[in-house]
């Protein structure tokens, strides 16, 4: 790691001591923020059939409870996004995680379907608030770009820690005591951020001071929700269903309206030269396609395990612990890898991987040892999608203005939310039709069933391999600096108030 110039006199050394604790400090509470907020994702997956029978819901009521939480989330986050820029940085996190805090505790202590909808409702809301402030106050802990690279490769990482922390918290809880339970650790985390923000964090510029894009915002909020809740549908009934395609169409023309007036705005809420950017678009659709591979797969295998392998949910749980290892140790190496190597191989190499671990997953079958491909599979894929994560998010967020850091990420975490919401529809929806044409055909329901999974996921292994080649081929004339990285892989703190200050990056 390189030295970083003290201050003269007795007092420097003391003092950037204290510099670097506080930051530290900062930086785990904004990680363990990020990290709770893709746990309320996946917390509730194993313990839907516990969910169904104490609250002796339908299927259909079930659903909404799954996508309550990714609906809202996904389709407020570029209002919160740029909110974080207009109302200050800190004060809408500590918004939005007392919000995100209250409404855990409404679903997990409310007596009915009603209280559990309607907190996963607006446990959404809070998150889609708090994700881009946490995002763009570690701009403000590492102001200096290398510095703050390093901090977003490990940011990259802490997505798809946090949903594999949701499936074991779920399984574990559900088996032992209660499925309520599991609220308990979002709602202490709120607390912790809500209580110690003011200490550790700082407020980060001054808001922006420009007109909020009101009639913008209501109509991509209303896109993407709209859209998302006809995807959601397709899960368990036809494309051809008015609830599906009414719906689906509904959100893309509310899409289209909010593209029309961006372009005739003054002050847009999402500048569309923002997104049209090349390496930004190609690391936004790289965290999409990431984040809907890895939900598709907790979806599938839990489904798996549990209805064709008659497994426990907290057999379930215990199931994705290599992948859960995989992933952490991946994810503490990315910051070097991405040093070495740069944030384009890095994405680019990662998806390739993630795509090998897919296809190994993909030889599942009705009696398939767990011990083999099925094993392996959940050791490479985590490997290749912490890597997506990370690599993606420093080249996403490259050259981007101190000003828009809101912005950009509400525009990061709006894809990783709305990935698995588009990808679980289509690859659910072709894994159900390629069963129901092997039952027809005479093949068992156990059998049909793992052959649908695995339909489904050698044809997202595809659409991987096709995304890197592509990515490849965006990015081949621009390639993502490699930094400085040595040492240790925790970010290092910013250097003392009298280092050279960051020059500006490029607008947008």
């Known amino acids: 790691m390189p030295s970083v110039a003290m201050p003269s006199g007795p007092s420097g050394p003391s003092a950037s001591s204290a510099v670097v604790a506080r930051t530290g400090r900062g930086f785990a509470l904004l990680g363990a923020v990020q990290v709770v907020l893709i746990l309320a994702i996946t917390m509730l997956s194993p313990a839907l059939p516990a969910i169904q029978r104490d609250l002796g819901l339908s299927g259909a009521q079930l659903t909404l409870v799954s996508a309550a939480y990714g609906l809202s989330f996904s389709g407020l986050l570029m209002l919160g996004g740029r909110l974080a820029d207009l109302l200050g940085r800190r004060r809408a996190l500590v918004a939005g995680a007392a919000v995100f805090g209250l409404a855990s505790a409404a679903a997990g202590l409310g007596p009915g379907f009603a209280f559990l909808l309607g907190g996963r409702f607006v446990q959404g809301v809070g998150a889609a608030l708090a994700a881009p402030a946490a995002m763009s106050l570690v701009r403000s802990l590492y102001p200096e770009d290398a510095r703050h690279a390093r901090a977003l490769a490990v940011w990259g990482g802490l997505a798809g820690f946090g949903a594999t922390a949701g499936m074991l918290l779920s399984g574990t809880v559900s088996t032992w005591v209660s499925w309520r339970w599991a609220f308990v650790v979002p709602v202490v985390v709120s607390l912790v951020a809500v209580a110690a923000a003011r200490r550790v964090l700082p407020s980060g510029p001054d808001p922006v001071r420009v007109k909020l894009d009101v009639p913008g915002a209501v109509l991509v909020t209303a896109g993407l929700t709209v859209m998302s809740y006809g995807l959601v549908q397709a899960g368990e009934r036809p494309w051809g269903a008015g609830v599906v395609w009414g719906p689906v169409a509904a959100g893309v023309l509310l899409l289209a309206a909010f593209v029309v007036m961006e372009l005739r705005v003054a002050d847009p809420l999402v500048p569309l030269g923002f997104l049209a950017r090349r390496h930004r678009a190609t690391a936004l659709w790289a965290v999409f396609i990431g984040s809907a591979g890895m939900s598709t797969i907790f979806f599938l295998l839990s489904l798996y395990f549990q209805e064709v392998r008659d497994a426990s949910p907290l057999l379930t749980s215990a199931a994705f612990l290599p992948f859960s290892a995989a992933q952490v140790v991946t994810g503490m190496l990315a910051g070097r890898l991405i040093g070495r190597f740069g944030g384009r191989t890095v994405m680019v190499g990662g998806l390739v991987v993630a795509a090998g671990g897919l296809v190994l997953i993909g030889m599942l079958g009705a009696s398939s040892p767990y011990a083999g491909a099925m094993l392996a599979g959940l050791i490479v894929f985590p490997v290749g999608i912490a890597c997506v994560f990370s690599g993606s998010t420093v080249v996403a967020l490259e050259g981007v203005e101190d000003s828009r850091a809101g912005l950009a990420g509400g525009v990061v975490n709006t894809a990783m939310e709305v990935g698995p919401t588009v990808g679980l529809a289509i690859l659910v929806s072709l894994a159900t039709a390629h069963a129901n044409d092997l039952r027809s055909a005479g093949e068992t329901a156990a059998a049909a069933t793992s052959a649908g999974y695995a339909f489904a ?52």
């Open 457 to 508: 996921l050698l044809l997202a292994a595809a659409a991987f391999v096709a995304s890197a080649v592509v990515s490849a081929l965006a990015l081949r004339r621009r390639r993502t600096a490699a930094l400085p990285l040595r040492g240790a892989v925790t970010p290092p703190a910013p250097a003392p108030a009298r280092a050279t200050a960051r020059t500006p990056g490029a607008e947008g």
